[in-house]
């Protein structure tokens, strides 16, 4: 399922003589963040083979992004593993290539929509799940999903796999003022101005997706909240927003410390 880049990428501008240092100590705590997630990632299920990418805007430089290389699944990536690409498909940083897919949809992501930092996307099973029914994908019947309310898109047109910038650029556009975007028939990302948002999101939207799948297996109806007790409590919700994901990164990433130290390496 997944595809290497190759030089097939649209590489036609010059590589980068001035080479930028990427070494500093805020793109090591990038790399060491994103790998923390890609770790976690797997532990919750939420990866599907050597398929699947996150990438975050590299610190100091709009126009590189770091993403995983083809070819590893999510358990195996470390800090120093992880890829600094710029939009042209060039590598400017690391060993292999990116994914075909993971180039085409998040270099213009990043691109097109510069509030997207960080963009996650997954096969993750109940999110995806969502995806493939009719309607809208969440209900907003559970208190986890009201952390979502007026935050997501629904790209309906699914077009098989994103092997160009038009589909890359397609797909951005289908955003709109989005954090977060059900692709039908294939699965979900979500954009955030951080690593630690980021991972945030995708966790808690799989928990809603989780246990709304859980409530229609019942075959009862799902009673929807009441439409302003919705918005308020996604208000009350994301005052705290920024703070709780900081320091839920930083949970994940004492766990990993103890149980997985390798990631940072």
Known sequence: MAHSLHASSPASAPFRSNRPDLASEAIRTAREDLAACFRMAARNGFEEGICNHFSAVVPG?????????YGYAFRELTA???LICDFHGN???????PEATAFYIHAEM????????????????????L???EGEPLIWAGQ??????????VDRDYNGLALDNQEGARIASAVGNADIIFMKHHGVMVLAPTIAEAWDDLYYLERAAEVQVLAMSTGRKVLPVDPAVAAETYRQMREGDCESARLHLAAIRRQLD?????YRH
């Open 91 to 97: 590598v400017l940083d690391g060993e292999g290539v």
């Open 131 to 133: 995806s493939m029914t």
């Open 144 to 153: 986890t999903a009201l952390k979502f309310y007026g935050r997501t898109a």
């Open 110 to 129: 990043h691109r097109l929509l510069p509030r997207a930092k960080v963009a996650f996307h997954t096969h993750m099973p109940y999110a995806t799940a």
């Open 80 to 82: 120093s593993k992880l």
């Open 258 to 262: 103890a149980e997985e130290p390798q």
């Open 61 to 69: 430089h709009d126009d590189l992004f770091l993403v995983n290389p």
